[in-house]
């Protein structure tokens, strides 16, 4: 089953879990994923997919900005993008 989410409905849905979210200690502080929805849509991605964070990356599936349906990480204390793959 595909679950389908707008950014504004990802983020009041996880807005409590992730600011109830511990950093372990000696750790980079990391984006919330508020924060993380919110920077990748000021980047042109869209219609995301699913978000779910393992560790300090978030994987991220999405449109991008080009219209290309896609999985990507993110760096949750940079934002760096990375492994962009096309998913169809």
Known sequence: MIKIFSAAGLAATTLFATSAMAQ?????K???MVEVL????KQGY???QEIDRDGG???VTATSPDG???EFNV?????QISQVERDD
């Open 30 to 32: 990391l984006m919330t």
């Open 68 to 70: 290309q349906f896609v």
């Open 46 to 48: 869209s219609a995301f």
């Open 24 to 28: 372990p200690a000696g750790t980079a």
């Open 57 to 59: 990356v978030y994987e």
């Open 38 to 41: 919110q920077q990748l849509e």
């Open 75 to 79: 760096d949750g204390a940079t934002g």
